[in-house]
Every structure is written in structure tokens, then in C-alpha cells.
T-cell receptor, first 115, second 113 residues
């Protein structure tokens, strides 16, 4: 597609439920990033993919969080047994190659609210 | 360890006034530096980047930033603020070890009519 696409744009869920957030990067972009942005906070790095592998998972806050990428394209971020503190905007970005010497292209984010 | 510091979580200026958003970094090697902008309810987009070429970098929407090695700074400026500039601005530096971005905490720019 023309840009990075994320879905759903908004998700309201009950505490304890699992959620899946999807990111469709720009075609041909090999690098994909997930960030979390809580209200009034900066960007919190979650995970980075190069192709289908994740060389850097250091930002995942707990084992309730996982992510995968298939076919070097679409990525899914899964949060199991959601907690209220998981409420945030989850941003996905992609870039042409490894690292960030080039530009990151961001999606508009998925806003997650855990009741 | 590398870091990025943005002074002021909120900056308020009058329409038509100079915009100055401050960013200081720490890096052991010549850095790649970026400014991104986030308009309300949108993702981030690149404003400008410094990659060891000219120290004065011009970006979109009339913004520019000057790399000052002696001050380890990369402040963002615009001569005359517009209402449409109201947004959150993030400074970032490329991490030496793995080429990831290290982000500042962001500065929310408020434009007063």
C-alpha cells in the first residue's frame, strides 16, 4: 500500500482478554518496528523485525506481549490477559533496511483501551 | 550510554513568533539525528535529518535545525509559527551499536492566536 496501515484503529477490551494488533508495512520495507505511546509519554520501543526475524525484542514489557511477522510483510502484536496499564497507542513503523540511517514511516496507530 | 534530552515537555509561542525546540544528545561518534512531528491522532512523520553533511538542515513546513557538535545540540527552529504547527515534536539519535533510534521524550508545541 501507499503507507503503513494499522488495524484496528481503536480497540476497547475488558481486562483479562487477549488482543491482536495488526501492521501492514510499506511494500518492500524489510525493517518493521513496534512502539508504545502512553498518554503524555514519549515513544517506548517494543520490538524490531528485520525480515521475519526479531533481532531485538528487548522492549517487550512482559511475557504477555508477543509479536510475529510473516512473509516479510504483515506483523501482529499480541497482548495476552490484558491489564489496564496496557492502555496506550501502539505505533508501527517500517523502513527500507536495517536500522534507522534512513527514514521511518509510521502508521496512525492502534489505540487500545483496557477497561 | 547514548541519550537524547528535549528541554521542555510543553512550549507555547504566539502565532508569528519564533519557534525554538531544544534537543541535546550524547553520542561517542558523529551521530545521525532526526526530528519527527506528530500531529493530533496521527503517526509520526519525518521533519528533517542530519547525516554528517551540512550542519544546517532544512526540513518540511519551514523548519530547520542546526547541528552543533561543540554543544551536542540539534535544536529545531522556525522563524514564524503558524497555528498548523501545533503538534508534538520528537528528537532522535541513531544508536551506535545497532542502528536503532533513541528517542527524546517529546515536546508539545502550543500556538497561541
Amino acid at each position: 500500500g501507499a503507507g503503513v496501515s494499522q488495524s484496528p484503529s481503536n480497540k476497547v477490551t475488558e481486562k483479562g482478554k487477549d488482543v491482536e494488533l495488526r501492521c501492514d508495512p510499506i511494500s518492500g520495507h524489510t525493517a518493521l518496528y513496534w512502539y508504545r505511546q502512553s498518554l503524555g509519554q514519549g515513544l517506548e520501543f517494543l520490538i524490531y523485525f528485520q525480515g521475519n526475524s526479531a533481532p531485538d525484542k528487548s522492549g517487550l514489557p512482559s511475557d504477555r506481549f508477543s509479536a510475529e511477522r510473516t512473509g516479510g510483510s504483515v506483523s501482529t502484536l499480541t497482548i495476552q490477559r490484558t491489564q489496564q496499564e496496557d492502555s496506550a497507542v501502539y505505533l508501527c513503523a517500517s523502513s527500507l533496511g536495517q536500522g534507522s540511517t534512513g527514514e521511518l514511516f509510521f502508521g496512525e496507530g492502534s489505540r487500545l483501551t483496557v477497561l | 550510554a547514548q541519550s537524547v534530552t528535549q528541554l521542555g515537555s510543553h512550549v507555547s509561542v504566539s502565532e508569528g513568533a519564533l519557534v525554538l525546540l531544544r534537543c541535546n544528545y550524547s553520542s561517542s561518534v558523529p551521530p545521525y539525528l532526526f526530528w519527527y512531528v506528530q500531529y493530533p491522532n496521527q503517526g509520526l512523520q519525518l521533519l528533517l535529518k542530519y547525516t554528517s553533511a551540512a550542519t544546517l538542515v532544512k526540513g518540511i513546513n519551514g523548519f530547520e535545525a542546526e547541528f552543533k557538535k561543540s554543544e551536542t545540540s540539534f535544536h529545531l527552529t522556525k522563524p514564524s509559527a503558524h497555528m498548523s504547527d501545533a503538534a508534538e515534536y520528537f528528537c532522535a539519535v541513531v544508536k551506535d551499536s545497532n542502528y536503532q533510534l533513541i528517542w527524546g521524550a517529546g515536546t508539545k508545541l502550543i500556538i497561541k492566536p
